[in-house]
């Protein structure tokens, strides 16, 4: 059963463009992006070569966004200290609606601002919310599309197997 839902998984992924993210054994490296945060600071991805990296891509008008929003900020605050780093990247056109959502939201990690939608489309992201796992390689190890209760404690386990290796 398991092989099956594995063999279904990759499948889907195979279907959906992104392959690779979805298969841990393909290891693509993650492409490269910078973008402005909401402190006016610019974010490259490559930079950050070293550490385990999760790009949650997020909108305010989605629903399970923000709900996952806390439980991604309670995964920053745990790993941030150990070689984790949580990018929130926002998918909004305007980014005072993106700012004013994640300050309600009271999170801390950086939240940058994808108003042109360019670094969304490098990812081929149809899905919101969608997160991508990046090891210490800058290799994109896990992908997520959508988001349901719990699914937080499978980006927990990967971080941590991440932060092992």
């Known amino acids: 059963m398991r092989m ?9 992924a195979a279907a959906s463009g ?20 909401a402190d006016g600071r ?44 949580l990018l929130g990247v926002n998918v909004d056109d305007d980014p005072r609606t993106a700012l004013a959502a994640a300050a309600k939201l009271n999170v801390s990690f950086p939240v940058l601002l994808d108003t042109d939608k360019k670094v969304s489309k490098l990812y081929d992201l149809s899905t919101m919310p ?23 404690s499978d980006y927990e386990q990967q971080i941590r197997g991440l932060l092992k290796e």
């Open 4 to 12: 099956i839902r594995l063999l279904l998984a990759a499948a889907l």
């Open 130 to 152: 969608s997160t991508i796992v990046i090891d210490r390689d800058g290799k994109m190890r896990f992908l997520h599309r959508g988001y349901r209760a719990g699914t937080e």
């Open 42 to 85: 610019n974010v490259r991805l490559d930079e950050l070569r070293g550490q385990v990296v999760l790009v949650n891509f997020w909108a305010t008008w989605c629903g399970p966004c923000r709900e996952e929003m806390p439980r991604l900020e309670t995964l920053y605050e745990k790993y941030r200290k150990s070689g984790f780093v």
């Open 18 to 37: 992104l392959a690779a993210a979805a298969n841990p054994a393909a290891n693509a490296v993650a492409p490269d992006f910078t973008l402005r945060g």
